[in-house]
């Protein structure tokens, strides 16, 4: 099954440690993959034709079941906490010699050549050996896609070798459980095993550009979205989940760079991916109308339900997860910029849902503010399904990314703020969540008057009118903007109660430094005193 040009292929999957190269699939198209995935039984095709399948156990990721390989390299360089946790590597090799041994017995397997990086001169490539059709498919859709004239002599830097059906023995292979995804930056494998949830390969790849690029490359990798105006201007958006990062930079009047993970170089930003990544809750194309065409033939659709008697996606459908997900390239979004890499960015956008009603809906910050807020990667979640969880929750996720930061926060952040001083670039931080009150009291945020301060910004309107101090976090919050009430810019004056408000802010300002308390260590005295006040 595999083809005269990849012949020599065939022999490094041998020298990898595959015990046999019969009934490959390899370097698939789209159409094939998902002719094979229906086939088989493991998928069936949406009335608009995208291939639908079910990850099985896993519907995410699994934090506490990801490690990386503790040797040489890494133990003095990796920032070992709950996300980045250590595995030995003689357990490494040991557990790539039973996965490779339980694929080469299999009847049939699927390899993909593919890189990372749009901008050449940090191309990764990357050979991906999967167990099932519909887990190559999402290689195909996520990663770049190398010419046919570049496969001949293709040479990966790294391998991604996932084996869902494997199931470790925690008693010997030390992992935590049967599944796992161990990084080892001496062999260059990502080893996957007992979960066949697909982020695990596209995160596993941003973890090892999270660790290269900075330290190898000077290159500051970011969890972010980024788009590009007409005039080459760059907009930069970081935000965990539900805080608007896709909503937000999905500008029809911009070009769309990417959605998730990008390298800032002293001469650009450009994407890591090849395609998009995105929820399908509660989806519609009235509010996210490109995702919503995106569903087509191509497209890899996980963990949904049906409208009952139809193949017709139910996408308020939970009863497998809510992290319902689809998977398509880059080209299925109208206005993609390709290639995906544009000039430096002039504005950066730290996008937070603040539940409490504390912070205002745009303020400026400084570069040690903005250092320390990259590092806090602050949003506040709504209460959810939780039994008698009736208040905000907050979450800190450092550098709106943390369990993909194989490096002490500190780093990035210092990167970051050489590059905003450098390039003279200004950060704003928005805040998508409630005004007037808490939730529960206040209103959110209307979407319109969060597009008309962002677009203000970018226009540089903001540049032109009067600012005041946030008394207690210190950001700087215009006074006007054009297209939104004066009245709702500074959040103190929305609350009823400014007694209440002045409470719920210095509670929030606390729970901030009892957060930054374990970076403390790692950071300039810049970014120490932009702390805030409480």
């Known amino acids: 099954m ?13 020298q990898l440690g595959l015990s046999s190269t019969f009934g490959i699939h390899y370097q698939l198209s789209p159409e094939e993959l998902v002719e094979q995935a229906v086939l088989r039984g493991q998928g069936v095709l949406n009335n608009t034709g995208a291939l639908c399948i079910k990850t099985g156990k896993f519907t995410g990721r699994s934090p506490q079941d990801k490690f990386i390989v503790k040797d040489e390299i890494t133990q003095d360089t990796v920032h070992w906490n709950n996300f980045n946790i250590a595995i030995e590597e003689h357990h490494f090799i040991a557990l790539k010699s039973k996965v490779l041994n339980y694929l080469g017995q299999k009847e049939e ?29 999402f290689a195909y859709n996520m990663f770049l896609r190398p010419a046919e004239n570049e496969l001949v002599d293709f040479q990966p830097d790294w391998h991604i070798i996932q084996a869902p059906g494997f199931k470790a ?25 007992g ?16 660790y290269i690029l900075p330290q190898e490359k000077n290159v500051l990798s970011m969890h972010c979205s980024a788009n590009m105006g007409n005039d080459g201007d760059v907009a930069v958006f970081f935000g965990l989940s539900g805080t608007g990062k896709t909503t937000l930079s999905a500008d029809p009047e911009r070009k769309l760079i990417g959605d998730d993970e990008h390298g800032w170089t002293n001469q650009s930003v450009f994407n890591f991916e090849g395609g998009c990544y995105a929820k399908t809750i509660d989806l519609s194309e009235d509010k996210e109308p490109e995702i919503f065409r995106a569903i ?49 960015p002039k504005n950066l956008f730290f996008l937070t849902c603040d539940a409490y009603g504390v912070l205002p809906p745009i303020s400026k910050l400084s570069p040690g503010q903005a250092m320390y807020q990259f590092i806090s990667g602050y949003t506040a979640r709504v209460a959810g399904t939780e039994a008698g969880v009736t208040e905000p929750k907050s979450t800190f996720s450092a550098c709106f990314g943390a369990p993909f930061l194989p490096l002490h926060p500190g780093k990035y952040a210092a990167m970051l703020g050489e590059k905003m001083k450098a390039h003279n670039v200004n950060v704003w931080m928005i805040n998508t969540g ?28 903001l540049d032109k009118v009067e600012m005041t101090e946030h008394p207690i976090f210190g950001m700087l919050m215009p006074t006007s903007c054009p297209n939104v009430p004066s ?5 103190r004056s929305t609350w009823k109660d400014s007694v209440a408000y002045d409470t719920t802010a210095n509670k929030l300002a606390k729970e901030f430094i009892n957060n930054f308390e374990k970076y403390a260590a790692g950071v300039t005295p810049e970014i120490l005193a932009a702390a805030p006040k409480a």
């Not at 023995?169 to 095993?193: C, M, W, Y």
């Open 109 to 137: 397997i699927w390899v993909r050549d593919a890189y990372a990086c749009a901008d050449q001169q940090y191309r990764l490539n990357i050979r991906v050996i999967n167990e099932n059709p519909w887990s190559n498919l």
């Open 296 to 344: 087509k033939p191509g497209a890899l659709v996980e963990n949904v339900g049906f409208i009952d008697g139809t193949n017709e996606i139910d996408f308020s459908f939970k009863g497998i997860t809510e992290n319902t997900r689809v998977s398509y390239p880059l080209h299925f979004i109208s206005n993609a910029l390709e290639p995906s890499i544009g000039g430096l």
């Open 434 to 461: 409630w005004s007037g009150g808490s939730y529960g009291t206040g209103n959110r945020m209307k979407l319109g008057y969060t597009r008309a301060m962002i677009s203000a910004a970018l226009n540089g309107e």
């Open 195 to 210: 979960t066949g949830y697909t982020g695990e390969m596209k995160k596993g790849i941003f973890s090892v550009l999270n």
């Open 169 to 193: 023995d925690p008693s010997v292979d030390g992992t935590r459980q049967e599944n796992f995804a161990i990084v080892s930056f001496k062999h260059k494998t990502i080893l996957i095993g």
């Open 2 to 14: 595999i083809s005269p040009t990849i012949q020599l292929d065939a022999k490094k999957l041998l």
């Open 487 to 491: 009245e709702i810019l500074n959040p």
